[in-house]
């Protein structure tokens, strides 16, 4: 039995429906990752997964347990990190730890995770003046301090911090190497490739792809070539000239969607030096994620510049 | 038991550092005492020996809706809306044992505001006559009823609102709970009204037990024991633990 499974859940907040019938597993010693753009339905079904949202059909099992029925049963072997952080305003970094130690059987250290995330500068200043990646970092150490076996992380590295974006990844190795079950929710692109095991890409409330990192490459368009010149090429003429389709990305960015063979790469070379074309650079590749996750949601995932969802400004704006 | 402990030691530290929430649970009571028992600006009732009589079970009132009601209000609504209650939701302490917590801080906070607010009533000259029973079981019901409204807008509005919400009532049950000025000394209307509040029931039940040591009426004891029950109950049907 997978630590965590999940079986046709949906969730609907009246009339909407946010999450619609979505199945996967997570297991111990794995990252398993949740990506999907914002209001795909990621944080619905994490937070059915946490025993937050009673789900409108479907089941839901955590270390054989019914999150929303049995919490109490499962408050000691999970650990959450939620997007608001959820600590008292006015309490430092050391007295959340220190509280947070006394509700546990056997916590971490107190040190040690200080020491983890990097939070020594911060200990004597409120929740609500540390900046949102000290915020984000300490919401982490808290997260791990009852020892869980399993860890629901919800975008922990959106409006980081590099030193929290480093602790993050150091955080989840650590944890997988002891045999824990991450689940993460993300919409950054780069950290689903560099941390997960197994990937789900959510879009309107239904997963799209589920597999592991080369399991959706390789479902997808697979490798190709990218190279910038002067935008305004004739892309059907191009696409002609070397048997496989051309885009033009962005402006005077250029993808050629297929594996680059060095007769390609030749006849690209003189169909650009016919045209007296100056090339800046050509790229050989396999396509990224993010080509995997446009081509299967038909939209680019956001940047990574959101706003962090702290405090109650933004929450009003939600 | 471990949880329970960390929490009640963490809601206490929390309540007894906030600036603003010590200036209305004991600052303005204090104030409200010395300054009145001094210039006895407002009228007292006449069953008063001294100003102290009437205004130490008056104050005490002050003190005990001020932490059961606006404190309790305030930060619970900044807790929520912060997503504090909502993270505490995954952690070991549970639900029993967050309120457990809570009701141990505000009985710790009365316990100093009332201890305070006796030593200084003394200092002033006040004499306690009466029946500590009858006060100690009056101070319980009506924090359990102060607290219940406390949480009732903790569980429903937002922080924003309750700051105000929370000051304004504290300002109005001042003048019409029989804190400053007995109620008799109301319009007629408005001192029926005033009855039927928690706050003027507890300084009348303060008042008859350590002020001037006379019989508590019936209406006391009904308004306090309805508020006690009736409050928490609708608070613990309306609390929303997630904004």
Not at chain 1, 261 to 272: H, M
Not at chain 2, 186 to 196: G, K, V
Request: with cysteine.
């Amino acid at each position: 039995m997978a630590t965590i499974e999940v079986n046709d859940l949906y969730i609907a907040y009246g009339e909407k429906i946010a999450v619609g019938g979505v199945s996967f597993q997570a297991n111990s010693g794995e990252v398993t990752t949740i990506l999907g753009p914002n209001g795909a339905g990621k944080t619905s079904t994490v937070e059915s997964v946490e025993g937050y949202k009673k789900p409108s059909r479907g089941s839901v099992n955590v270390l054989g347990f019914d999150p929303y029925r049995d919490l109490p049963k499962l408050t000691s072997s999970i650990g959450v990190m939620l997007q608001n952080g959820g600590i008292y305003p006015r309490m430092t970094p050391l007295q959340a730890l220190h509280l947070f130690h006394g509700y546990y059987k056997n916590p971490l250290r107190i040190d040690y995770l200080i020491e983890l995330t990097n939070l020594q500068g911060t200990l004597k200043t409120p929740f609500r003046r540390l900046s949102g990646g000290e915020k984000q970092r300490l919401s982490l150490a808290l997260a791990i301090i009852g020892s869980p076996k399993v860890v629901f992380l919800d975008e922990p590295t959106a409006g980081i911090d590099p030193e929290g974006r480093l602790a993050v990844r150091e955080v989840i190795r650590n944890l997988k190497s002891q045999g824990c079950c991450v689940l993460l929710t993300t919409h950054e692109l780069d950290e689903a490739q560099r941390l997960s095991d197994r990937i789900l890409i959510l879009d309107n409330g239904k997963i799209v792809a589920d597999g592991s990192l080369d399991d959706l490459m390789s479902a997808s368009r697979g490798d190709n070539i990218r190279f910038s010149a002067p935008s305004g090429i004739n892309l059907s003429e191009l696409s002609r000239a070397l048997d496989a389709i051309v885009s033009e990305e962005r402006a005077g960015e250029y993808l050629v969607s297929t594996p680059a063979t060095p007769d390609l790469v030749a006849r690209l070379t003189s169909f650009l030096a016919g045209k007296n074309i100056i090339v800046g650079d050509i790229r050989a590749g396999r396509s990224s994620l993010e080509d995997v996750f446009f081509a299967l949601t038909g939209k680019p995932i956001e940047s990574e510049s959101q706003p962090t969802s702290f405090g109650r400004k933004s929450r009003r704006s939600r | 038991m471990k949880p329970y402990l960390a929490q009640a030691r963490a809601e206490i530290r929390l309540a007894l550092t906030q600036g603003e929430s010590l200036l209305v649970t004991i600052g303005i009571p204090v104030i409200v005492l010395v300054g009145l028992s001094l210039t006895k600006a407002l009228p007292l009732p006449k069953t008063a020996h001294s100003a102290t009589d009437f205004l130490v079970p008056g104050t005490m009132t002050l003190a005990i809706m001020a932490t059961g009601m606006v404190s309790t209000s305030i930060a619970t609504g900044v807790e929520r809306s912060y997503g504090v209650l909502k993270r505490l939701g995954t952690t070991p302490l549970g639900r029993s044992a967050l309120l457990l917590a809570k009701i141990t801080s505000i009985l710790v906070v009365e316990m100093i505001q009332l201890a305070v607010l006796a030593i200084i009533g003394v200092l002033l000259g006040w004499h306690p006559v009466g029946n500590y029973l009858y006060f100690i079981v009056a101070v319980i019901l009506a924090t359990s009823g102060f607290s219940g409204i406390g949480l009732l807008m903790a569980g429903t509005m937002k922080s924003e609102v309750i700051i105000g919400a929370a000051n304004g009532i504290y300002l109005v049950l001042l003048f019409i709970g029989g804190i400053i000025m007995p109620i008799s000394a109301l319009p007629s209307a408005l001192e029926t009204f005033a009855r039927l509040l928690p706050a003027a029931a507890l300084s009348e039940a303060l008042y008859q037990s350590v002020g001037v040591g006379g019989n508590i009426p019936v209406w006391v004891w009904l308004n306090l024991v309805i508020w006690a029950i009736a409050a928490p109950v609708i608070a613990s049907k309306t609390f929303k633990w997630d904004q």
